[in-house]
Nanobody, 123 residues
Framework: QVQVVESGGGLAQPGGSLRLSCAAS????????IGWFRQAPGKERDRVSC????????YYEDSVKGRFTISRDGPKNTVYLQMNDLKPEDTALYYCAIGHDMLACLGHAMNYWGQGTQVTVSS
C-alpha cells in the first residue's frame, strides 16, 4: 500500500522559514518523480517544485525560485522542501505527490497524493 505523508507545515511570519517533509513508502521503483504542489483557498492547485530520483533533476516554479529548495534523502524515501523568505502569498495547503517521471510532475499527472499540510504566512 502506497503512503504519502506530509509534515512540517505551520504558521510563519513574512520573511521566515519552514521545512516541509514528505515520507513515501510502498511505491514501485518505476515512480521516479516526487513533487510539491499547493492550493490556496479559492484557487486551483499549482505546481511548486519537482525532483527526480534517477538523476536529481529539479524544477521550480518562477514564484519560488531562489527561496525554496527541494531535496531528497534516498535511503529514507523522504523529500524535503526548505522554504525561506516566506511571503503571505505562499499561504496554501501543500501537497506531496509521486509520479512516473518529471514530465508527469510538470503535467500534474501524479499517481499518488498525500493529504496535505497547511502553511500560513502572516504577521
Amino acid at each position: 500500500q502506497v503512503q504519502v505523508v506530509e509534515s512540517g507545515g505551520g504558521l510563519a511570519q513574512p520573511g521566515g522559514s519552514l521545512r516541509l517533509s514528505c515520507a513515501a513508502s510502498g511505491f514501485t521503483p518505476d515512480l521516479t518523480a516526487i513533487g510539491w504542489f499547493r492550493q490556496a483557498p479559492g484557487k486551483e492547485r499549482d505546481r511548486v517544485s519537482c525532483i527526480s530520483s534517477t538523476d536529481g533533476e529539479t524544477y521550480y516554479e518562477d514564484s519560488v525560485k531562489g527561496r525554496f529548495t527541494i531535496s531528497r534523502d534516498g535511503p529514507k524515501n523522504t523529500v524535503y522542501l526548505q522554504m525561506n523568505d516566506l511571503k503571505p502569498e505562499d499561504t496554501a495547503l501543500y501537497y506531496c505527490a509521486i509520479g512516473h517521471d518529471m514530465l508527469a510532475c510538470l503535467g500534474h499527472a501524479m499517481n499518488y497524493w498525500g493529504q496535505g499540510t497547511q502553511v500560513t504566512v502572516s504577521s
